[in-house]
């Protein structure tokens, strides 16, 4: 076999011909003749092959260089030149985009203001210079060699219709946003490959969303998806509606994924939720964003939805108002969160709209009609609640009768078991029912609750108005809070007037601090719910006024009480 040439060998056998080429060309094309004597221009040859060496022109006649190679742009490359601001304008909304990123700048609803009374922005103006812009591009896994949020896009528009686009020849991004004049819901499409590869991806919406304005907004903003297969927690309450706040993302980004019928972002009265087109399954990607509030920094939760490489969304921007949520797609109807008590809280809502439209639309005063609704179809309860604490105030002595009886027994002695069957004895005697006095306390906790969970979702009442107050599901603006201060009145008038049988002198001191302390309560609650409870107590006032006049004091049947013989030592 013949020994392989080295590389050395081959660099020497590629040099020489080189060199003959070089060498030989001259002889096989022959050059032009030669500039005439004196001449100072050199002579043009007449054939485009090949050019005759010729004597370098003076300095003054060369012409400049080229444009260097690496300014030509690579091809397929899409970019805008600059960047501009791009403006939506609905009847419903105004939203400006920036090309840098092709991101939302603000979203402001037109029809809602937030609790300064200024036009609602859905965009935080102060996450923008913390986190990434709303529509932000992210990616959980493969990133891409050049930042999508940071490059200029083209802008295509078509009336109300939006293209975005970036390419650098390797990496292309693009984003589409369909707007409707009359409608909250908008499409969106985000696409995003590189060499070819599709990359998975999701679109942010970062650091808050919503009103900004009103008491304690962290608490109101949080990532929401709905899933239909979710299973029911403890076998009865349902688990489809799911919400994460930014302490469930405070160890770092949460991410979930499946068949949700719809993912996003909200706050209590409004909500931007993506809902899959022809997608199997979705991802949401919870975020806790740190945001400056006053001279501190305070969590805001974020969100990313989407999970492929090619994402399409209906896009819902706007209120939780059931109205509009049915008619633009029933599925929305579910964001609108009644809380476990929702079977009497749903039912509640619309009795108190309709009350509200019969006394020209103000729900404070619809609030005090319902309330004194409800207490009038429970006074019969306390009437017999009222005549039960009265039967027990009378047969007092007997209980202290039996008690003393009793007296000094450890709680294991089997005499312990006769006082308690004498004590129920004189119960049933004189048809007393000890926890007749609680039953319509009880009965008012779910309307209680029921009211917490109207004035927290039902944008109704967000913004409505009644005396001085300006807002029903907020607390009052004014430096001191009245109506709490008024509740704390009442509440110790009712204790006051309220039977306390049984109850010894010491605990009914102690309780008279409870009307403090449910007034220290009601103080930075909603106005609304303050409205409920204090109509509640001036009600009760009345009715155990008429109750205390009207309802004669009973006459116990006596039991003979025979005392204990001491035990011999």
Known sequence: MKKELSMEARLLIAFVLMGLVLFLTPYIYKPASAPAPGANKPAVSKTTDVKEPATPPPAAEVPPPPPLAAAAEMPGQIHGDKEETVVVDTNLYHVVFSSKGAVVQSWVLKDFKDHDGKALDLVDPAALAKVPAPFSVEFRSQKPTTDPNASLFKVDRTGDDLTFEFSDGRMDVKKTFAFAKDSYLAKVTSQVSQNGVMLPHSLEWRGGFGDETISNPAAAQQALLYDPNAPRKYGILSDELQKKNAGSAKGGPVTSSGQYTFAGIEDGYFAVVYLPVGASSMELTTFSDQIPKGGKEEPRVGAAVGGEGFNSFELYAGPKDIEILKRVNPKLEQMVDWGMFGIIAKPLFEVLKWTAGRVGGNYGWAIILLTIAINTVLFPLKITSMKSSKKMQAIQPQIKAINDKYKGLSLND????????????????????????????????????????????????????????????????????????????????????????????????????????????????????????????????????????????????????????????
């Open 414 to 569: 089997p005499k312990k078991a006769d006082q308690n069957a004498a004590i129920m004895a004189l119960y049933k005697d004189n048809g007393v029912n000890p926890a007749g006095g609680c039953l319509p306390m009880i009965l008012q906790l779910p309307f209680f609750f029921a009211f917490y969970a109207v004035l927290r979702v039902a944008i109704q009442l967000r913004g409505a108005h009644w005396l001085w107050v300006t807002d029903l599901s907020q607390a009052e603006t004014l430096a001191i809070h009245v109506l709490p201060l008024i509740l704390i009145a009442t509440q110790f008038l009712t204790q006051r007037m309220t039977p306390s049988p049984g109850v010894d002198p010491t605990q009914q001191k102690m309780m008279m601090v409870m009307p403090l302390v449910l007034g220290y309560m009601f103080y930075f609650a909603s106005s609304g719910l303050v409205i409920y409870w204090l109509t509640g107590n001036v009600v009760g006032i009345a009715q155990q006024w008429f109750l205390n006049r009207g309802t004669p004091k009973p006459s116990p049947k006596v039991v003979d009480v025979k005392p204990v013989p001491k035990k011999k030592k």
